[in-house]
Nanobody, 122 residues
Framework: QVQLVESGGGWVQTGGSLRLSCAAS????????RAWFRQAPGKERDFVAR????????DYADSVKGRFTISRDNAKNTVYLQMNSLKPEDTAVYYC???????????????WGQGTQVTVSS
């Protein structure tokens, strides 16, 4: 079965930066929108950022606008999330996902990675 694999998570202090990557194990996601979601302990999975199949259009949660940047390289079948000015409230497991829809809700994404932990120390 096709899988998405995240990498790049870790521990940083407030104000630090991380760059997450997500690669596909097989097939191509060139025609899929790609997105990042995150889930903190005891909370629901929330939308973070989305990028269209062409990379021309992006969408961000209000909480990360101006701090996070999503990008993709279709030749490498990889999507990235550059996270700057990190805050403790950004602490969560970050998940990469793919969909053929324009949705930003988890139910409409049919491909998911297993997640990578991001912890921001206060």
């Amino acid at each position: 079965q096709v899988q998405l694999v995240e990498s790049g998570g870790g521990w940083v202090q407030t104000g630090g930066s991380l760059r997450l990557s997500c690669a596909a194990s097989e097939g191509t996601f060139s025609m899929y929108a790609r997105a990042w979601f995150r889930q903190a302990p005891g909370k629901e999975r929330d939308f973070v950022a989305r990028i269209s199949w062409s990379g021309a259009n992006t969408d961000y949660a209000d909480s990360v606008k101006g701090r996070f940047t999503i990008s993709r390289d279709n030749a490498k079948n990889t999507v990235y999330l550059q996270m700057n000015s990190l805050k403790p409230e950004d602490t969560a497991v970050y998940y990469c996902a793919a969909t053929i829809t324009k949705s930003t809700i988890p139910k409409d994404y049919n491909y998911w990675g297993q997640g990578t932990q991001v912890t921001v120390s206060s």
